[in-house]
């Protein structure tokens, strides 16, 4: 049977773009009864140094996030990395298994580290190495993600065959990547070229899941956009960058099709289409906010759901963990 993992990581608070490229996803595949294991990576937020207590804040407020857009621990298995110890294992037993000139190929290696390669920490180097560890530790085969996640889960199918072919076993399943529905890459509401991202400088390029009604609304009203009308057809987005990611907003959001938005939208301006957005994103997040305002009251609560995710983690991953020693030649008796 599927198994299905993914994760997000803490390192600030969710935005439009973790939910509709990866979020709402997750909530449909759990609801499609898949078995789901979803992980909040906060080893990976600190290959970015990252301050302790926003961390442990940013952690439970992502957890909240999944559980106030519908994530049920009691049919998806949700938990913080950090607890889960298999993780680090086989991240480092992967690590012996990567070759060093696949992780220099990483795109997102290279935009986050910039021209200061020599000076960012070596974790961010090793990141993927770590990501395919947290999908192998379950023998996970379907990987929810954005698009930009592509490259590093095929980097996740390399490491598997290497791994396979280095120790002449079947052991690591091939993983297929999901990267499915009208928001996969969801761009900044500044520059229709750049990803919306957690750690963009700039709080107007982006949605935040804590953002108010109001908030939200501003955002949408001032995002950069072109002076033209929406088209009447899906070939009139080309070369309109900032026009077509609001048309995939809207799109992701209502869960019709882009086409159908630029149909139904055709020869609008943005003065008109701009409110109808902003009404439904409201519509659609601010369930999702008071939720989250409401869970984050109890923060040992969400502890404990963490806590109890972390051990049917644990359980999963412990004997594929133990099996990989075997196959490495580690003695394991005590
Ligand atoms: N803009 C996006 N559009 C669609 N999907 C997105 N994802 C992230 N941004 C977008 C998806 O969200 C999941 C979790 O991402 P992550 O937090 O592990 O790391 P990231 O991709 O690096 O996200 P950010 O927001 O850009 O974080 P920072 O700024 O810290 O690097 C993934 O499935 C990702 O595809």
Not at 149 to 173: C, M, S, W
Not at 258 to 287: C, I, M, R, S, Y
């Amino acid at each position: 049977p599927p198994r299905i993992f993914s994760g997000i990581q803490p390192s600030g608070g969710l935005t439009l773009g973790n939910y509709l490229g990866a979020l709402k996803r997750f909530v449909e595949k759990q609801d499609e009864g898949i078995e789901t294991i979803y992980c909040l990576v906060d080893m990976h937020a600190i290959t970015v140094w990252q301050d302790p207590a926003k961390l442990r804040h940013a952690t439970r407020e992502a957890a909240a996030g999944f559980l106030a857009a519908g994530i049920d621990p009691s049919r998806s298995i949700l938990f913080n990395q950090s607890q889960v110890s298999a993780h680090a294992e086989l991240g480092w037993i992967f690590n012996c298994v990567a070759r060093m000139g696949w992780m220099s190929r990483m795109t997102q290696f290279k935009d986050k580290a910039g021209k200061n390669s020599e000076n960012v920490s070596l974790g961010l180097f090793a990141y993927p190495s770590l990501m395919a560890a947290d999908i192998l530790v379950y023998k996970a085969t379907m990987v929810p993600v954005g698009e930009d996640q592509k490259q590093h889960l095929e980097l996740t199918r390399d490491i598997a065959i290497k791994f396979n072919n280095d120790y002449g076993v079947d052991f690591f399943p091939v993983v297929e990547p999901l990267i499915e529905g009208a928001a996969t890459r969801v761009m900044s509401l500044r520059d229709g070229t750049k990803k919306m991202s957690k750690s963009d400088p700039s709080d107007q390029s982006r949605i935040n899941l804590t953002d108010d009604a109001d908030t939200i609304s501003k955002k949408i009203r001032k995002a950069k956009t072109d002076p033209e009308p929406l088209p009447d057809h899906l070939d009139g987005l080309k070369d309109r960058p900032e026009a077509k990611n609001l048309v995939n907003i809207y799109a992701a959001l209502s869960g019709h099709s882009p086409a159908k938005v630029v149909h139904d939208f055709a020869g609008a301006q943005f003065g008109t289409f701009k409110p109808a957005l902003a009404d439904l994103a409201v519509a659609k997040l601010e369930p999702i906010t008071t939720e989250m305002n409401r869970l984050m009251q109890d923060p040992a609560e969400i502890d404990r759901i963490l806590a109890q995710g972390a051990e049917r983690a644990d359980a999963i991953a412990r004997p594929i963990l133990e099996q990989v020693y075997d196959i490495t030649g580690m003695i394991r008796s005590r």
